[in-house]
């Protein structure tokens, strides 16, 4: 509509233009969004783990990968280590972090960090009253392990800290969650062995005491596993974010 004031255009027209906007809009930020999902900035990121996220390194790392890329989301699957490799085989996760340090023929691997393992222990226990528990002070005691991850890794550091040709550690088995093996713990059932991730995680009657032995404290590694036909673009700076934050530990080649 043309006047001596100038050029407005008509109901219509408003209406189209509001419309139109809104349109290059979407169109805008639909543009956007798939540029920064190509560059992995947005997207999703299955990650698998059976580690606790109460504290830790894996609990710091998401925190700081979730600040630089809050438009990805991150899917967790806690489960053992045979399955999170299994997983990562037929493409049902992008990474999976476990114990272990991997080995040389894994080129999908990146070794990462190492943690305390300590002695979760009943409140009344006698050796909650030491700042420290050597390994040697754990002999005769009851050992609870899961059947499942983490169990065998603590298994393993029982065996190797304690077993000797006349004596075997004593190991009881429950079909449970790594938490309830602690709250057992708290219910004066036995011991357990946990690494520095639990000890956000509090449970009524427990204590943690570092384990160590004449040589120093005893420590698990952890490392992260891939498939090289992986393309996800959104796995790309989560690697990259993992060589950052723990460089000691990288391949030098």
Do not use: M
């Not at 609990?59 to 990805?72: C, F, G, I, N």
């Not at 999908?108 to 390994?135: F, M, N």
């Not at 800290?161 to 004066?188: C, F, Y």
Request: hydrophobic share 40%.
């Amino acid at each position: 509509e043309r006047s001596r004031a100038g050029v407005r255009p008509t109901v219509a027209g408003a209406a189209f233009i509001s419309g139109a906007r809104r349109v290059v809009q979407e169109v805008e930020g639909t543009i956007s969004i798939a540029k920064a999902a190509a560059r992995g900035e947005a997207g999703r990121l299955r990650l698998g783990f059976y580690n606790s996220l109460s504290a830790g390194s894996l609990r710091a790392t998401l925190l700081d990968y979730a600040q630089r890329y809050p438009a990805v989301e991150i899917r967790t699957v806690e489960a053992a280590r045979e399955r999170l490799l299994g997983d990562l085989a037929i493409d049902a996760l992008d990474v999976a972090i476990v114990t272990g340090n991997p080995t040389l023929v894994e080129s999908q691997a990146l070794a990462l960090w190492s943690e305390r393992i300590l002695v979760a222990l009943p409140t009344d226990h006698p050796l909650a009253s030491q700042d420290v528990v050597s390994w040697g002070d754990l002999r005769g005691e009851t050992f609870l392990i899961g059947e499942h991850d983490p169990g065998p890794d603590v298994h393993d550091l029982l065996i190797a800290n304690l077993a000797t040709p006349g004596d075997r550690p004593r190991v009881v088995k429950h079909n449970v969650s790594h938490a309830n093996i602690k709250a057992l713990v708290g219910l004066g059932h036995g011991v357990t062995l946990v690494s520095d991730a639990c000890l956000g995680a509090h449970y009524a009657g427990v204590v943690y005491r570092e384990a160590r032995d004449s040589k120093g404290g005893c420590r698990i590694g952890y490392a992260a596993h891939w498939s090289k036909d992986n393309d996800n673009p959104a796995l790309v700076p989560f690697l990259r974010l993992l060589r950052e934050r723990y460089p000691a530990l990288r391949d030098p080649s």
